[in-house]
């Protein structure tokens, strides 16, 4: 995908926050510093647009990127940041569930999780409720660079087992520091944003 045009547009606390030109969006989820901010960054290539290493705290957003004027990137806070509070958790919980059961233009959730390790029971619990709503996920093994290729095939089954994968979600290996992965990426992304 060629990026000609890649901007923040906001950071909603609520729907009527929430952009009304009915692009099509891209939720992204993971537990925080697992690399999404990095992995946004790649995909449009920017080396900033989407702040690394954001303020762990700040659950109560939802980040939108506009690219090229049709498709959103939606940026869901992280989670799993042990000193977020019990209510800010809840907070956290409520608004994305309103997002996913509310927000028709939503095409495809990215679940952005560490290569490397098996996923955490936030990671589990964030994909069995995507599949509550019956939402279509893919799965973003990123962090590749970081294990040997010759493991990659045993912890990509080690996911796809802990998560329980559904037939029909995807799961794609990346790498933000290589730019692996990002083309297959954008070719899934486009099968469900225009199809
Ligand atoms: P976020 O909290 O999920 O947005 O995570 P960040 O994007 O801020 O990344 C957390 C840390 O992991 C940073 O130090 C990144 O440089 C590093 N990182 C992210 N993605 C990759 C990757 O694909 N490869 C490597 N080697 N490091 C990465």
Redesign the pocket.
């Known amino acids: 995908m060629k990026i000609t045009n890649a901007e923040f547009v906001i950071s909603a606390v609520g729907p009527d926050q929430y952009p009304e030109d009915a692009l099509p969006e891209i939720a992204l989820a ?13 995909m449009i290539n920017r080396k900033n647009l ?5 303020t ?1 705290g700040k659950t109560q957003h939802l980040n939108y990127y506009r690219i090229n004027d049709e498709v959103y990137f939606v940026d869901f806070p ?1 989670y799993g940041y042990a000193k977020v509070s019990k209510s800010q958790r809840e907070v956290w919980g409520k608004m994305i569930e309103k997002y996913l059961l509310e927000r028709e233009t939503l095409q495809l959730v990215l679940l ?1 999780i560490d290569l490397r390790h098996p996923p955490s029971k936030d990671d589990e619990l964030m994909y069995d409720w995507l599949k509550h709503y019956d939402l279509p996920v893919c799965v973003v093994a ?5 294990i040997p290729k010759s493991r990659w095939q045993k912890h990509l089954k080690i996911i796809k087992e802990a998560l329980v994968m559904r037939a029909g979600d995807q799961i794609i290996m ?5 730019g692996m992965g990002r083309d297959e990426l954008w070719a899934h992304i486009s099968r469900f944003a225009f199809p």
């Open positions: 993971g537990r925080s510093n697992v690399g999404k901010s990095s992995m946004i960054n790649r989407a702040r690394t290493s954001s762990p992280g952005v990123t962090k590749a660079d970081k990346f790498s933000s520091e290589e």
